[in-house]
């Protein structure tokens, strides 16, 4: 099926548009699912992505030509239709669909299916050929609901009002939905940043996201913000940068923290479940409700979801892409 | 069970000593009796419940979870119970109410082989993934939630404001739940009478001497034998032996338990009969430790075993002679009425260990170069005017070691460790050269590096796996590991006929091909 579309170890080659999909090396044509590095990268000739992507993707690497593509926008190229619909992952983030001689493959990109205040809802695209992420695809990742992940922040902050809690959350996306949680919930304290977040907040911004009272983290060491919610990129938690607070409370926001033993060797005192990836459930729903001809998986635990598509009698196969390294944007 | 599950996953996330010791001992303070006595039996490790196997778990987890997908999410978690936990499917909404801690170890208790696996079920349905959690490592005994049993220990003193070496004094008489010990803090009771029961006292431990002794004078030295630290307690007509970690392991070595015809508590190492350690010259001879080992966790003891491996004790120090309790009065006083208690023991299964003739310190460290032809593992120093105190107190005994042997080796099986290190390769094999160039297995180390070693370790492990079977991970045999070892004996149990007394790993010598490592022949030159 679909011999048009190739799965090397650098990404999705679309072969009649001589298109590259996330390619982890300079393409001279490149369509972009969504911002977070492992997927966009800079240095390509002309890129397709929605116009936040392409917004995030110059913040990082500097202005490339390109072509917006809008959710539910389509081109045609060497006979391919190519389209963009949301994928709920993160601000801009798309699945994009590539229709050739009446076969339909469609590119998830990373995706969650809950409502997420900062992206556009996941809207499910019916396909011959799915080609899904696979972060948390083991039985054991079942995300709970994001409102009481919230409700643990909060009461920890109101235990220990002595201590600034730092959560740790990836700068593109995790931060900005914690920011908008927050605030859904009533919080409207000002909510201080670390340095690596502020250029991304205010993009979110320019983008109709409105996140409240931000303020700079910098300049207030020892007590004053104890009390205070923090939000830093997760590495810097064991940084000296964290150090400078006393006695900080660490959180880290992420579907990793599922796992006792992962989230102790985070050595941290607040493990918060938040993961903006499908989890086991929303993985196989997808696959249940769109039932393709044939499922490839991109990255992550591969195994367990071809061992879930056999006893369904579905067909699925890994592609073992490279360079996805989703272990601190989940 | 829901206060008990929320009590093990705030000890999971906790990083300081006074915030587990606080949490602690707010649970002790707040839960109902017996439940916060079986949490304690169950934090201290004395639960465990023989009808429920880790294997049990996975055939209740195999009928509702898919075998495979099962399999791949331990593989990843790195612990069973946390992936049933977590991968069990939930009933809608989780039964309203909480099932009693005591309850469910009562429950367990009574369990056969038969009804466990529907009776595991049937809590497993009524739990949320916490419950499941806390429910299913108190079930298989796998309680370790980063605390030791001391500090579960400390954390009952915290609540009612007694001190810790109280606590440990009475713990060992005592049994779950605990009671006695409950009624005695909370209430002020007063302490249970102990006199009719044989029971464990804390044991004296040494400190590693690193560098000179300075004042020499102070201190007389021991040999320090090779075999298991013991004590062994009689009142009345009961006689019982116990290791270092309280364990009763009279059974094992009845003909011990049977000569022990003293009243009182002693200090010695069990050794076997034989000529590998020591000398007459040297305060006699022993058998090594593998041949003691032979003896070690079994229920039963044959004939056959009495005969080839006859036990005795090397007595060090002694505790209580007759009723009184000899503990507080220094060394030097203490030897004597050891001596004079030893005296009247048979010398058949019983002697002292011999103060070492050495009137300085060059004349000592003389003798102990001299030692390792004897096999001997090094030299104790015990303070003349120490009281026998429980743990280790700086300054009073020291354990002076030989210099560890080490060898160059090839590695070649990673496993997974387990716990806090479940996600890395940190269990390995490694191997040296045989004469027609082929690699065997020596030995297996899980220590000696350091958390940058051991991540560089398991990186080299995940890039460089020729095949897997399970947690384990065959390697490339390219790296080279410089491993440290107390001794090695010839063994049966191992291909390569050499077993390693505690190898851990030295180095990691990147600099050296593995070509260069050492020959099975070179470590064979090693036995003592
Ligand atoms: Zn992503
Ligand atoms: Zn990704």
């Known amino acids: 099926m679909a011999d048009w579309v190739h799965a090397s170890p650098e990404g999705i080659y679309v072969a009649p548009a001589d298109l590259w999909i996330d390619p982890s090396t300079p393409k001279p044509f490149a369509a972009i699912t969504h911002g977070h590095a492992d997927h966009a990268r800079g240095g390509h000739g002309r890129v397709l992505a929605t116009p936040e992507t392409l917004d995030i993707m110059d913040l990082r690497y500097g202005a490339s030509p390109a072509t917006p593509m809008p959710y539910g926008a389509a081109i045609e190229q060497g006979g391919v239709a190519i389209g963009f619909h949301p994928a709920g992952h993160i601000l801009g983030s798309a699945q994009i669909s590539l229709t050739y001689r009446g076969e339909r493959v469609v590119v998830t990109g990373d995706y969650k299916r809950r409502p997420d205040p900062t992206c556009a809802l996941f809207t499910p695209v019916p396909c011959d050929i799915l080609i899904t992420e696979a972060t948390f695809a083991l039985p054991v990742f079942t995300h709970p609901p994001i409102e009481g992940e919230i409700a643990r922040l909060l009461r920890a902050q109101a235990q220990f009002p002595g201590r600034a809690i730092i959560v740790g959350a990836y700068a593109l996306g995790k931060a900005q939905r914690l920011i908008m949680e927050l605030r859904r919930v009533g919080y409207v304290a000002p909510i201080y940043l670390h340095g690596a977040m502020e250029k991304m907040c205010e993009l979110y911004e320019r983008h109709g996201v409105a996140l409240g009272a931000l303020l700079p983290a910098a300049g207030n060491a020892g007590e004053k913000l104890a009390g205070q919610i923090i939000i830093a990129p997760p590495s810097a938690l064991h940084d000296r940068w964290s150090r400078r607070f006393a006695d900080p409370l660490l959180a880290v926001a992420s579907g990793w923290m599922r796992i006792r033993q992962r989230a102790r060797q985070k050595n941290i005192d607040l493990p918060l479940v938040i993961s903006d990836h499908a989890d086991w459930n929303e993985l196989t729903q997808t696959i249940t409700q769109l039932r393709p001809a044939e499922t490839w998986i991109t990255h992550g635990r591969t195994d367990a979801l071809i061992r879930w598509c056999e006893m369904n009698q579905l067909r699925a196969r890994a592609l073992h892409l490279v360079g996805r390294d989703e272990e601190d944007a989940a | ?528």
């Open chain 2, 1 to 528: 069970m829901k206060a008990f599950a929320a009590l093990l996953d705030a000890l999971i996330y906790t990083r300081s000593r006074n915030d587990k010791l606080t949490l602690i001992a707010d649970y002790l303070r707040a839960a109902p009796d017996p439940d916060r006595g079986w949490a304690l039996a169950a934090l201290t490790g004395g639960l465990s419940f023989a009808s429920v196997k880790s294997s049990v778990i996975r055939g209740v987890a195999a009928q509702r979870v898919d075998p495979e997908l099962l399999a791949l999410s331990r593989d990843y978690v790195g612990d069973s119970a946390e992936t049933v936990a977590l991968i069990w499917p939930t009933q809608g909404e989780a039964a309203a109410g909480d099932v009693s801690l005591s309850e469910v170890v009562n429950t367990l208790a009574a369990l056969t082989r038969t009804n466990a696996p529907a009776t595991i079920e049937a809590y497993l349905d009524r739990f949320d993934a916490n419950e499941r959690y806390a429910f299913l490592k108190l079930a298989t005994g796998a309680l370790r939630v980063g605390i030791s049993a001391r500090l579960a220990k400390t954390g009952f003193a915290q609540a009612f404001g007694v001190s810790v070496d109280a606590v440990e004094e009475l713990w060992h008489a005592l049994t779950p739940p605990y009671a006695e010990l409950f009624a005695w803090g909370q209430h002020g009771g007063t302490r249970p009478d102990l006199a009719t029961r044989a029971y464990f006292r804390p044991f004296m431990l040494a400190h590693p001497l690193e560098g000179t002794l300075p004042d020499y004078d102070a201190y007389a030295a021991e040999w320090k034998w090779d075999g298991i630290r013991i004590q062994i307690a009689r009142t009345g007509n009961e006689v019982r032996l116990f290791s270092r970690g309280a364990e009763d392991i009279s059974h094992s070595f009845p003909e011990v338990v049977a000569a022990f015809d003293g009243h009182g508590v002693v200090d010695g190492e069990l050794l076997v009969r034989g000529d590998d350690q020591g000398g007459d010259h040297l305060g006699g001879e022993a058998g090594s430790f593998n041949a003691l080992q032979q003896r070690l966790g079994r229920k039963t003891v044959s004939k056959a075993m009495l005969e080839s491996a006859p036990a005795f004790v090397r007595l060090y120090d002694i505790l209580f002679d007759g009723a009184q309790d000899v503990r507080a009065l220094p060394w030097s006083a203490r030897r004597p009425i050891l001596e004079r208690f030893a005296a009247i023991l048979p010398p058949s299964h019983f002697d002292v260990s011999p103060v070492i003739a050495a009137p300085d310190w060059a004349s000592l460290v003389a003798l102990r170069e001299a030692a390792r032809a004897a096999s001997i593992e090094g030299v104790m120093l015990k303070r003349r005017d120490s009281p026998y105190v429980a743990g280790r107190v700086t300054g009073l005994w020291y354990k002076w070691k030989r210099d560890p042997l080490t060898a160059d080796c090839v590695l070649m099986y990673a496993q997974r460790g387990s716990g806090k290190r479940s996600s890395f390769y940190s269990d390995y094999t490694f191997g040296c050269w045989t004469e027609d160039g082929a690699l065997l297995p020596v030995g297996k180390a899980y220590s000696g590096f350091t958390d940058t070693e051991l991540k560089w370790l398991d990186n080299f492990v995940r890039a460089h796996t020729l095949s897997r079977f399970g947690p384990v991970r065959e390697v490339e045999k390219s790296l080279v590991l410089e491993v440290a070892f107390d001794a090695i004996q010839s063994s049966t149990r191992h291909k390569s006929g050499l077993a390693m007394r505690f190898p851990r790993i030295k180095r990691i010598r990147t600099d050296k091909p593995a070509a260069e490592a050492d020959r099975i022949a070179t470590l064979r030159a090693m036995i003592a």
